[in-house]
């Protein structure tokens, strides 16, 4: 029997074909919800009253997100994923059900704080999940499916929801997935049943302090992504008040030794931040890059971000069919590609740049993501032990969301004192070429 044939196997035998679908539609959902009411948000806004306060629904997300990922860390590292891969889900469920069914912006705010927890706590979840059904070999594949899970959602996530908001009501972007979310926690359920409960002494769950810690977390996120929307003194202020709450968080929530770069652990979890920082902050000025500079239409912007989601995910599946391959060198191998690509930018970003060159060089940042993404999500698993595998998810995707918003953010920055998009965006792209470059030239620290 081949190798891929064996890896198919694992994830798609008679044992493991329900969990396989399950997680994968757990994200899905995620994905949907995320790619769809964005779209929605306009009409919901004007709908509610509430067009002054159009970024809260984002903010609130984001920071219960934060918030429910180290709590779900900390929940599955003592007790197991058994229930957080049910509650969580059922939570996003409710919160889907609550924001559905607003009348008005307070009620939405309440659906989007339960979004969130359930999220932030279904994502450490099923990171848990993986780590105790599938073997070593066939993690590659898994987290491929689990890459692939986010591209319909980014192709169809935004035209169903504009229907669905133009044709019925954006009530409809939020209901419409509730019953999908029930298929999703059935199809879980058999494969949580049967896990034990694990042994919590000595690992990561003892740390203290980390319920503080995460709230102060969700707070900071919170106000760097609100500021990061501004443009004045207040919000440079309501910045640097975040980072000051953030720092002694950080300390309790992180792995010792991320900044430095450490070997290991440390190393794995900054990777997924530098990664994140990287492609997703250059993701976010893409449309802007095109339509302010080059005159794109905002459909036409888009494209990009299409492509790149679609290199991802065939990239990841590439990797996914090599098992056997070391991951630091495909990690390394990812970030070149996405140093490539956020470079190749710089030819793009200016005025007398190529706006059709984004096409090419996002497709090729696209790979990197598939190739880095997936090895970091496999080394984290491969060096964590089985009591501190929800503390080094939680960890990992703090690092992911926190570099995220500090990048968008800088990128606000940069417009607000620099002025237009074609000066202000190749400094944010030169910036984050050398952040990328960074990760090739330490990448090789993931190694055990």
Excluded: K
């Amino acid at each position: 029997m081949t190798a891929p044939t064996t890896v198919r196997a694992e994830l798609f035998g008679p044992d493991r074909r329900a969990t396989t679908l399950g997680i994968v539609l757990l994200i899905s959902l995620i994905a949907f919800e995320a790619m769809g009411v964005g779209t929605a948000m306009p009409a919901l806004v004007a709908d509610l009253g509430g067009v002054s306060l159009y970024a809260l629904p984002f903010v609130s997300f984001m920071a219960a997100s934060v918030f429910g990922t180290v709590l779900g860390g900390r929940w599955c590292d003592r007790a197991g994923p058994r229930v957080a891969l049910v509650a969580a889900p059922l939570l996003f469920g409710v919160g889907l059900l609550v924001a559905g069914t607003a009348t008005t912006m307070t009620q939405l705010i309440v659906g989007r704080v339960l979004q969130g927890l359930g999220a932030g706590a279904q994502g450490v979840a099923v990171y848990v999940l993986v780590a105790l059904v599938y073997p070593e070999r066939a993690r590659p594949a898994v987290f491929a499916l689990l890459s692939s899970a986010w591209v319909l959602p980014a192709l169809l996530g935004p035209p169903v929801s504009g229907v669905l908001t133009e044709a019925a009501s954006w009530h409809w972007v939020f209901l419409g997935l509730i019953p999908f979310v029930l298929v999703a926690v059935g199809l879980v359920v058999p494969a949580v049943r049967t896990l034990a409960r694990p042994d919590p002494a000595g690992g990561a769950a003892q740390r203290p302090g980390v319920v503080p810690a995460a709230l102060a977390a969700a707070v900071g996120v919170a106000a760097l992504s609100w500021a990061s929307q501004e443009a004045t003194l207040l919000a440079a202020g309501v910045a640097a008040a975040a980072i000051a709450v953030l720092v002694p968080a950080l300390a309790r929530l992180l792995p010792p030794g991320v900044f430095r770069l450490r070997s290991g652990i440390p190393a794995v979890v900054a990777m997924r931040g530098l990664l994140a920082s990287v492609f997703f902050t250059v993701n976010s000025y893409v449309p802007l890059m095109l339509s302010a500079t080059h005159g794109w239409s905002l459909a036409a912007a888009g494209i990009p971000l299409i492509v790149g989601a679609l290199s991802w995910s065939a990239a990841s599946a590439w990797q996914g069919r090599h098992p056997d391959l070391p991951r630091p060198q495909l990690l390394r191998a990812g970030f070149g590609a996405l140093a490539v690509g956020t470079a190749g930018m710089l030819l793009v970003a200016p005025a007398w740049g190529l706006p059709w060159l984004a096409l090419l060089f996002w497709a090729v940042a696209g790979a990197g993501m598939g190739l880095g993404f997936s090895s970091v999500s496999f080394l984290l698993l491969q060096q964590s032990a089985q009591n501190e595998v929800g503390f080094h998810s939680s960890a990992a995707q703090i690092a992911d969301q926190l570099g995220g918003a500090t990048m968008v953010g800088l990128g606000g920055a940069l417009l607000a004192l620099l002025g237009p998009p074609a000066v202000a965006l190749p400094v944010l792209v030169a910036g984050l070429t050398a952040l990328a470059v960074l990760g090739v030239a330490t990448a090789r620290r993931t190694a055990a």
